[in-house]
Nanobody, 121 residues
């Protein structure tokens, strides 16, 4: 069984910063892509950023230049550094990680429980 535990959300003023973390634990052989998604009230779940095992990154256009995704493969952890936050960044943020439980196994996507980010204007 694999669990993803998120931390780092909270309330911040516009222009401020937050750093989200998401650590995977359990019977893990390998993790490929890691990512962060957001869901604001009344809006669809959408990709914020993703990072491959080799470090290639992909960002939503709305966060480019403000957010940075990174990972620590030794700790099975993905981070999202959020700078210059805006009120429209307010949402619940979810991490996901593609996990293989054994050598040759398929990668299965696991999700964190979500962490609230609220940006006050």
């Amino acid at each position: 069984q694999v669990q993803l535990v998120e931390s780092g959300g909270g309330l911040v003023q516009a222009g401020g910063s937050l750093r989200l973390s998401c650590a995977a634990s359990g019977s893990i052989f390998s993790i490929n892509t890691m990512g962060w998604y957001s869901q604001a009230p009344g809006k669809q779940h959408e990709l914020v950023a993703s990072i491959s095992r080799g470090g290639s990154t992909n960002y939503a256009s709305s966060v480019k230049g403000r957010f940075t995704i990174s990972r620590d493969n030794a700790k099975n952890t993905v981070y999202l550094q959020m700078n210059s936050l805006k009120s429209e960044d307010t949402a619940v943020y979810y991490c996901n990680e593609g996990v293989a439980l054994y050598s040759g196994g398929s990668y299965v996507l696991y999700w964190g429980q979500g962490t609230q980010v609220t940006v006050s204007s």
